[in-house]
């Protein structure tokens, strides 16, 4: 049953706006500009205030219940980096007022730099790009930079294991670059006889996710790195979800040379529904040169001991800047405010939190899901959404049937690589009792394939909207209010 529209609760001369009394002169309103026929909902504050919040009830957040979006790392958003983020001294801030006005904001960013630095073991650090995929394009722009610095022109070439996200090879072709992609072996690691075979003079370098979007950290990483090196070519980190290595495994310290980082999936910024977020890049020492300019500094000359000297600089061989201005600063005052509240040790336990919740609750189910790769995971992993018992049940059907119990479906049909993929992530945000509710579910619509798949076809029952043409939705949106003729 869809929801009435504010326009269906209208009646005339209903309202809820009282105007303050006049205290100025009247004058005429611009009658060319008034239309009667402008159809206005008449309502009362009572009936407009319950409808925005039937509204939003109909929004499933994460506040309000887990939610296991493998790849997108929907973990707990701390309240307090919302009070950071809304801190008057920082809201009220503009672009362009000069550096001297801004100390407390540059900071926040310099000191959000190193911690970055820190936790990926690099030499360098843009808060710039404005997402994931922006470090991206921003890590590959840098790659390229830097063998053309070095005369090797003829490098166009980046390697892209098959399971990375979609958003590797797209990144690759926005620098006018070729994409090659490399097979993954039968334990889920980059087939390293094909990797050997791929590499050379031409290749600009490999993005790696490691942990991989099958949730499984590759075995044969050093030589990987090895290989990819051996030829001349630079490895890129895919650091978007890190929240299996934090305050664990540094990547730079690993042979990784250009990484980025998502602030709003690792670091806790809220997230989905289209920004704004933040992926900073880190670089080891040779590629620090080519940064996006400016980045935050200390200034020698005018620091002393108790006050520090904040300024922009530009590095020597820079790409030039990627963003306007200086990145998403809301997004970098709730991650600077995150990683000071967890400190060293809260890191890590992040770390080992967001293993073994992935771990338990792959423990709960897999007995029942079928699990391409079988091996200890990292803060998610793959099974299939397929019983052999159940053969028209499919992923989609099992993560429809999800929101009938009033609960987030998985990721699904990503990574490629598996079929009918069911992609998990728990977080170290959720208790045992969230996932134990979680799995016993995942295990009752199993039952339920098998039983009766007619309600997992037919799901979800209870949403205004049933089961979507979701491509159709996503490619022809109706996105404005039409009234019955
Ligand atoms: C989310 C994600 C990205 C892209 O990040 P955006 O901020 O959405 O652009 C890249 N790689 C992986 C593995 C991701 O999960």
């Known amino acids: 049953m869809a929801e009435p529209l504010i326009y269906e609760l209208s009646v005339p001369g209903r309202e809820g706006a009282k105007p303050p009394q006049l205290d100025v002169p009247p004058a005429e309103l611009p009658v060319d500009l008034l239309r009667e026929e402008l159809p206005l909902p008449e309502a009362s504050e009572v009936d407009v205030v319950r409808h925005f919040t039937r509204l939003s009830h109909l929004n499933y957040s994460l506040d309000e219940g887990m939610y296991p979006l493998g790849s997108c790392t929907m973990k707990y958003n701390p309240k307090v980096n919302e009070v950071a983020a809304r801190m008057p001294g920082f809201t009220g801030l503009h672009p362009l007022q000069s550096e001297e006005t801004v100390q407390g904001a540059l900071y926040l960013m310099y000191h959000l730099q190193e911690a970055i630095q820190k936790i990926g073991g690099f030499a360098g650090v843009t808060l710039q790009p404005a997402a994931g995929a922006h470090g991206e394009l921003t890590g590959v722009l840098i790659m390229q930079k830097y063998h053309l610095d070095r005369g090797e022109t003829q490098r166009d070439t980046i390697l892209v294991p098959d399971s990375a996200h979609g958003t590797n090879p797209a990144s690759t072709n926005m620098c006018g670059l070729r994409t090659v992609q490399v097979p993954s072996d039968e334990r889920g690691n980059v087939d390293l006889d094909a990797l050997q075979s791929l590499v050379g003079e031409h290749v600009v370098g490999l993005m790696l996710t490691n942990p991989n979007t099958l949730g499984l950290f590759d075995e044969n990483l050093e030589e990987i790195i090895a290989l990819v090196h051996g030829c001349g070519g630079l490895v890129y980190g895919d650091g978007a979800n890190m929240s ?155 993560a429809k049937r999800l929101i009938d119990y009033g609960l987030h479906p998985p990721t699904n049909y990503f990574p490629l690589i598996v079929h009918e993929a069911l992609m ?23 039952e339920e394939a098998r039983t009766h798949p007619e309600v997992l076809h037919d799901a979800p029952h209870h949403t205004p909207v049933r089961r979507l043409d979701e491509v159709r939705a996503a490619r022809q949106p109706v996105l404005r209010y039409r009234r019955e003729a």
């Open 244 to 398: 299996a290595l934090l305050g664990v495994m540094r990547p730079g310290e690993a042979g990784i040379d250009v990484m980025h980082f998502n602030l709003h999936k690792t670091f806790s910024t809220p997230h989905g529904g289209g920004g704004p977020g933040s992926g900073p890049v880190g670089v080891v020492e040779r590629l620090v040169d080519f940064l996006p300019g400016p980045v935050v500094a200390q200034d020698a000359e005018l620091s002393d001991d108790e006050a520090p000297y904040f300024t922009f600089v530009t590095p020597p061989k820079s790409i030039g800047p990627v963003k306007s201005f200086w990145g998403h600063f809301g997004v970098l005052a709730r991650a600077h405010t995150y990683i000071r509240m967890l400190g060293d040790e809260g890191m890590k336990r992040v770390a080992e939190h967001a293993v073994l919740n992935a771990n338990y609750l792959l423990s709960r189910i897999k007995d029942v899901y079928p699990l391409p790769y079988d091996r200890i995971c990292m803060h998610e992993f793959v099974v299939a959404g397929h019983f052999a018992e159940a053969p028209g049940v499919r992923a989609l059907d099992i």
């Open 424 to 446: 998990m992530e728990p977080t170290e945000t959720e208790s045992q009792q969230s996932i134990d509710a979680y799995a016993d579910i995942l295990l009752k619509i199993a």
